[in-house]
């Protein structure tokens, strides 16, 4: 089946500092990637919807600057997380709309110290 | 708006024993259903689907069926395996109109022990 990876898959980094989070769509294109965040025994909250060459469309709430999205070819989307805080800790999961259906990346687990 | 809600977990069974994750949902007009599964250190997979009231998808033993009057799409599979040890997810979309914007229920973990 269709494989969605993330790069990379679990980051430490410092108050203050900006982390990149890749995800890819390895043997199929996706014209949409979506970019979800779950914290810990809670639900996958939807923060943006990424189209091919287009801007991100943000979910209420999800602070766009602070949430780069890039989704500058079909195989790939980046979620950069700016100016990073302690609260934004958390599990980062990407998936990928393809002809055959939509696949998810295995997540991207995010500390900020 | 939309919202998905399923039982906490985790839930702890013995090899072979019933399984039962309840969920129900809020929406407005016909929803499509899914039941998602997240086994350690793999993404989520599509476990089965259901696209209308009555439906019953079914996948690898487990079954749920679409119950508009009760707005519930429940997780039964008779008889687990320590395979079966994993996050289940469910989840609804308001497709084809919202592409695949799912909405997540909170996830139950379960754990098969041999």
């Known amino acids: 089946g269709a494989v969605v990876s993330q790069h990379p898959s679990w980051v430490i980094c410092k108050s203050g500092t900006s982390v990149k989070i890749e995800c890819r769509s390895l043997d199929f294109q996706a014209t949409t990637m979506f970019w979800y965040r779950q914290f810990p025994k809670q639900s996958l909250m939807l923060m943006a919807t990424s189209n091919e060459g287009s801007k991100a469309t943000y979910e209420q709430g999800v602070e766009k600057d602070k949430f780069l999205i890039n989704h500058a070819s079909l195989t790939l989307s980046t979620l950069t997380v700016t100016s990073a805080h302690p609260e934004d800790s958390s599990f980062y999961i990407c998936?990928?709309?393809?002809?055959?259906?939509?696949?998810f990346g295995p997540g991207t687990r995010l500390t900020v110290l | 708006g939309n919202s998905v809600t399923q039982m906490e977990g985790p839930v702890t069974l013995s090899e072979e024993a019933f399984l039962t994750i309840n969920c129900t949902y809020t929406a407005t007009g016909y929803p499509s259903l899914f039941w998602y599964v997240q086994y350690p250190g793999e993404g989520l997979q599509l476990l089965l689907k259901?696209?209308?009231?009555?439906d019953k998808g079914s996948n690898k033993g487990f079954e749920a069926t679409y119950r508009k009057e009760t707005t519930s799409f429940h997780l039964e599979k008779g008889s687990v395996q320590v395979s079966d040890s994993a996050v289940y997810f469910c989840?609804?979309?308001?497709?084809?109109?919202?592409?695949?914007?799912?909405?997540f229920g909170g996830g139950t973990r379960v754990l098969v022990k041999p």
């Open positions: 998936s990928a709309r393809g002809r055959d259906g939509l696949f």
């Open positions: 989840a609804l979309t308001k497709a084809p109109a919202a592409g695949n914007k799912l909405t």
């Open positions: 259901a696209t209308k009231a009555d």
